[in-house]
T-cell receptor
Framework: ELKVEQNPLFLSMQEGKNYTIYCNYS?????LYWYRQDPGKSLESLFV?????AVKQEGRLMASLDTKARLSTLHITAAVHDLSATYFC??????????FGKGTRLHILP | ETGVTQSPTHLIKTRGQQVTLRCSSQ?????VSWYQQALGQGPQFIFQ???????GRGNFPPRFSGLQFPNYSSELNVNALELDDSALYLC?????????????FGPGTRLTVT
């Protein structure tokens, strides 16, 4: 059974600092997703990573994928308060069925 | 904001009752997936519908069932509701066969079972 593990599960950080969220998964997959969720809201797609070595950046967020290590990272650069949210990684296991990690709750302090 | 809509937004039911949740997929999408998200947890895959047939199922009992209609909209039905069924139910639409695959999530239905 596929497991998707994120760490840390909770992160409190100061504005302006850098940090990385890690996502490990237990079986091969050709697609990995990162989503953002604000409290009480639905999921917002951030990145879709399709191949080994893929790197995507949007603003202060950068995601990468290492399929050999079964590891994806979400790097936050110079954090700002607006990035406070819960971030999920999710892995496509077969035929578009997606398994989510438990999420990383990010709290950015002013 | 995606073109995926869900109804109702909120729902309160009593244990043992039945509930139907609805999802309209984004234009051009032919696949709908349903997820259950308990408070403080990640979404869990319930099942997926493609061409009006179930196309994969997660670890959920048979009292969770669904339908997909010719216009690709979908329903999730839950019978014999239990307290643990209280959650946010999300549907996501996608286009199977698209070169660049991505699921787009609706706003969700918050179900409370008392």
């Amino acid at each position: 059974e596929l497991k998707v593990e994120q760490n840390p599960l909770f992160l409190s950080m100061q504005e302006g600092k850098n940090y990385t969220i890690y996502c490990n998964y237990s079986t091969t997959s050709d697609r990995l997703y990162w989503y953002r969720q604000d409290p009480g809201k639905s999921l917002e797609s951030l990145f879709v990573l399709l191949s080994n070595g893929a790197v995507k950046q949007e603003g202060r967020l950068m995601a990468s994928l290492d399929t050999k290590a079964r590891l994806s990272t979400l790097h936050i650069t110079a954090a700002v308060h607006d990035l406070s949210a819960t971030y999920f990684c999710a892995v496509d296991i077969l035929d578009d069925k997606i398994i989510f990690g438990k999420g990383t709750r990010l709290h950015i302090l002013p | 904001e995606t073109g995926v809509t869900q109804s109702p937004t909120h729902l309160i039911k009593t244990r043992g009752q039945q509930v139907t949740l609805r999802c309209s997929s984004q234009s051009g999408h032919n696949t709908v997936s349903w997820y259950q998200q308990a408070l403080g947890q990640g979404p869990q895959f319930i099942f997926q519908y493609y061409r009006e047939e179930e196309n994969g199922r997660g670890n959920f009992p048979p009292r969770f069932s669904g339908l997909q209609f010719p216009n690709y909209s979908s329903e999730l039905n839950v019978n014999a509701l239990e307290l643990d069924d209280s959650a946010l139910y999300l549907c996501a639409s996608s286009r199977k066969g698209a070169l660049y695959y991505e699921q787009y999530f609706g706003p969700g239905t918050r179900l409370t079972v008392t």
